[in-house]
């Protein structure tokens, strides 16, 4: 294993991150903030306070997004700082999101439904309704995709309208989803894939409690809940430990190089001893 930086410390609950080039970009979902940290090390940046229960976050286009519990549910503030922006306000409760072309994906837990926003700003447009927990979110150009966590499936639609198609009911709780030219891949009891047309689901990697993935072009990265940041080929095969150790690891990014995690904290230290890590790939 190669060594871990630390790029931020002495957080309380981190829980989800993104990255660019020059910077890792986070939620603290604890003290309701927005903060940043280049990715070869430097001083942390907070870029926004008092974001209630601000949740999953990308970057896009010098912008960061972020899901929220509250009102309101999503927003977005440019990467240099400012004012933050409200996308869409109402149906509190918002957790996974997305960005494809020119629209912001997220799921919304307390009308379960999928919606969608521009990114530059405008009307709401609910994607999907009639879902019981929707959890997390993926798009490529033609399928919308989430887990359910209350229903135990994984699922997807068309982005111009149509019934919804399971493709699994594999395990419980399924979380963390992403999708490549191919497969859907995410984490419940385990790490898994599908092929997107359907098929049968195939485990890559068991974890004590896996928590979030994402892939790059030939490898998918997980966390388990217990100590562990690891990838697995896309193919198969022994999963590889890239950090152990951790402190409760939950979100988790990728770029050419690296590979980028939370660590929640401790419960002895009622989480204030959270961390941003960085390790190579």
Known sequence: MCDTITLASGLTWPSSLAVDETHVYWTTYATNSIAKAPITGGPTSVLATDQAAAYQIVVRDGYVFWTAGSEPALLKLPIGGGTPIELFVGTPS???????????????VSTDAILKVPAAGGPGVEVISGLQTPNSVAVDAGFVYWTDSGADTVMMAALGGGPALQLAAEGTNPGSIAVDATHVYWVGDAVMKIPIGGGAATTLATAFVPQQLVIDEDHVYFTDGSENVSKVSKTGGEPIVLASDQNRPSGIAV???????????????????GSVMKVAK
């Open 94 to 108: 918002a957790s996974g999101i997305a960005i494809h072309a020119e629209d912001v994906y997220f799921t919304s």
């Open 255 to 273: 770029d050419a190089t690296s590979v980028y995690w939370c660590n929640f904290g401790s419960f002895e230290e009622d989480s204030t001893d």
